[in-house]
């Protein structure tokens, strides 16, 4: 879709749907067709995001070659991205002082165990974390995760300049890119808590987890007072 081309009205798209499903009230379909006007402003609003996103000016180069340690032993951050030249970097809360990890972060790291292999076609994707390596190993055989790509951060400049600058317990999602010999940082969220809205804890739009997406298609939504845990039983 380019910036010249004229988008025929939603309202008009969502009075010409088709769908119809059992038993429903002319009160319901009134009221879906609304919605579903609504819906595809909302796709026309993130396209228009990513497109905004996706023309940004270069970000900054990476002030140093960082160091990370992974389960075949040290690596630099231009090895993490392969042969790509994209790498998404999230980094999830895992500090050495932590008992067990983050459930928000454990949860979307679930998800995105199964959606790797489909991300890394298009750029190199990296989970890290300030514990050691032998305990984020040991932390990837519990969880059962199979094709995430695990590093400790455990020297911790990158977590400083990039998740947290008092090396706080924080995650952080990163994109950096590598052109013409140069790493240059990208985008990352900037969501922070200043940022929400009353009553609603600070997240990134869309929302990087399917686990909301998923839950706030329900009548119940997602809630305020549920959170993932590590074990429901």
């Excluded at 165990?113 to 974390?129: M, W």
């Excluded at 040991?138 to 995430?148: D, I, N, P, T």
């Amino acid at each position: 879709m380019t910036s010249t081309t004229v988008l025929k009205p939603a309202s008009e798209i969502a009075a010409a749907n088709p769908i119809r499903l059992p038993n429903e009230s002319a009160e319901y379909r009134q009221a879906r067709t609304a919605l579903l006007a609504e819906e595809i402003e909302l796709r026309r609003h993130i396209e228009r995001v990513a497109a905004q996103r996706r023309a940004l000016p270069p970000g900054g180069a990476i002030p140093k070659n960082y160091r990370f340690e992974g389960a075949a032993g040290p690596v630099d951050f231009e090895a993490l991205f392969g042969d790509k030249d994209t790498l998404i970097v999230y980094s999830f809360m895992y500090g050495p002082k932590r008992k067990s990890p983050c459930p928000m972060c454990s949860a979307l790291m679930a998800g995105w165990d199964g959606e790797a292999v489909h991300v890394e076609q298009r750029a190199s994707l990296v989970f890290t974390a300030r514990s050691p390596i032998d305990r984020i190993m040991a932390l990837q055989e519990a969880r059962g995760w199979k094709r995430l790509r695990l590093y400790s951060d455990s020297e911790g400049s990158f977590t400083r300049d990039y998740v947290n600058p008092e090396d706080g317990d924080s995650p952080a999602f990163n994109v950096f890119t590598r052109r013409d010999g140069t790493v240059r940082h990208f985008w990352t969220s900037e969501m922070y808590g200043g940022s929400a809205d009353p009553g609603q804890d600070p997240r990134g739009a869309p929302d990087l987890m399917s686990l909301w997406t998923i839950l706030d298609s329900t009548p119940e939504g997602r809630g305020a007072d549920w959170y993932p845990k590590l074990d429901y039983s």
